[in-house]
């Protein structure tokens, strides 16, 4: 418990030399900034310097107020205990600064080493009085919005792209729904560096692509329990990484694309009875499997797929399958298709509306040659098509 001292003649004296300690511990490195280590190896020298300082944050002279608070602001770690004991137990102007100086240093913590000032406005928020807790909510409110903002900037540094109109999962992310993270061959950060996405908490959407995402970097992803869409392609991951997904609280729909899952990840599959959508495309999920797994959850929720992929998106009139849009590129477009033409049989399959044609299609791998017939007015055209690797349409 901190006793607090009247005020005397020799206070400003005492003042001056608690302002004088800490700020040269700081300068020598007995108080590092910031350093966690510090109170695991509290520094004898420091402490009574820290206390008194505590005290002066309710003196009776505002410049000896806002000097003990700047001071404080620098002194890291060691400040916290005393802080967060002030702000349960002393008055409401100690309270208030206190609280202050603890939103000061929570916003200096680096948020994937232990935070140590942000865990004590936690504390605080959840057993403090009316006064603290309403100042400790909004103080975290500013420190995660600052720490937001600094992590974002961390990120794109080291390769990520930030979206606003991400589509992933068929949904898109807009600004009013928060944004979402694409990381692709472009990403240069580090596993540690992705543990950084459980503080962004308008986070709302993963997209990762690339034979470098294994395991661990989907158990590191899926700790960012604010994330609602994820989309993992082309990665290295088995039934380890599928289990992290499933943990995920918030998870409202997931993509698996060219990724080596098999049959065995079928029950871990079944546990995402949450979702709203899983899309399996060009995995090793057998489509015996995935028909289990549709009894269980629905065919409206699982989209399963063996990967090969023509590169139009098509709408039903007059049961017929117009073509809507088409992806450049793809081998539909190499093929010459055009918007506006209609697609009427898929080998030996007639095709009578789009719902047909992608469950026709859903049946043929990367690589596969099928015969692809299609009309344009009078003309009828047919030609064999090796069919690509699935690519978003929006």
């Known amino acids: 418990m901190i006793r607090f001292l009247p005020y005397s003649p020799r206070f400003e004296s005492l003042c001056r030399r608690s302002l004088a300690t800490v700020a040269g ?7 590092p900034l910031g350093n966690s280590a510090a109170i695991a190896q509290p520094n004898p020298n420091v402490a009574p310097a820290i206390d008194e300082l505590v005290r002066q944050l309710d003196a009776s002279r505002f410049q000896d107020r ?3 608070t700047r001071i404080l602001a620098q002194a890291g770690s060691p400040a916290i205990a005393p802080l967060e004991e002030v702000a349960r137990t002393g008055n409401q102007e100690l309270r208030a600064r206190a ?77 009013t729904g928060g944004y979402g993270l694409i990381f692709d061959e472009n990403w240069k950060g580090t596993l540690q560096d992705l543990s950084r996405l459980n503080f962004l908490r308008d986070l709302s959407a993963l997209q990762m692509s690339g034979n470098w995402i294994n395991d661990e970097i989907v158990e590191t992803i899926a700790q ?14 088995t039934d380890r ?50 028909a289990d797994l549709i009894d269980l959850l629905g065919a409206s929720v699982v989209d399963h797929r063996q990967g090969g992929f023509l590169g139009v998106a098509c709408d039903t009139l007059d ?20 918007v506006r033409d209609i697609i009427t049989r898929v080998g030996d399959t007639a095709i009578l509306s789009s719902d047909h044609l992608i469950e026709t299609l859903s049946k043929y791998s990367v690589g596969d040659k099928v015969l692809i017939v299609w009309s344009r007015g009078e003309m009828i055209f047919e030609k064999e098509i090796e069919l690509g690797e699935f690519t978003d349409l929006n």
Do not use: W
């Open 99 to 175: 609280i202050f100086v603890l939103k000061q240093l929570a916003v200096e913590e680096n948020p994937v080493e232990e935070c140590l000032a942000r865990d004590a406005l936690d504390r605080l928020a959840e057993n403090g009085s009316g006064f603290v807790r309403h100042r400790v909510l909004a103080a975290i409110d500013e420190v995660d919005r600052i720490r937001q903002s600094r992590t974002l900037t961390y990120l794109q540094e080291r390769g990520a792209v930030l979206r606003t109109d991400l589509v992933i999962i068929e949904q898109r992310i807009e600004v």
């Open 319 to 338: 049961q017929q399958c117009f073509v809507i849009r088409l992806v450049e590129g793809t081998a539909a477009a190499q093929a010459g298709i055009q």
């Open 25 to 31: 511990a700081i300068v020598l490195g007995l108080l």
């Open 66 to 68: 806002e000097e003990a």
């Open 224 to 237: 960012a329990s604010q994330v609602r869409l994820v989309s993992i392609r082309n990665a290295t991951i």
């Open 241 to 290: 990484a599928v289990a992290a997904l499933a943990r995920m609280g918030k998870l409202e729909g997931l993509e698996l694309r060219y990724c080596p899952i098999a049959d065995d990840s079928l029950p871990t599959l079944k546990r995402f009875q949450f979702l709203s959508r899983l899309k399996l495309i060009g995995t090793l999920v057998t489509r015996e499997a995935a």
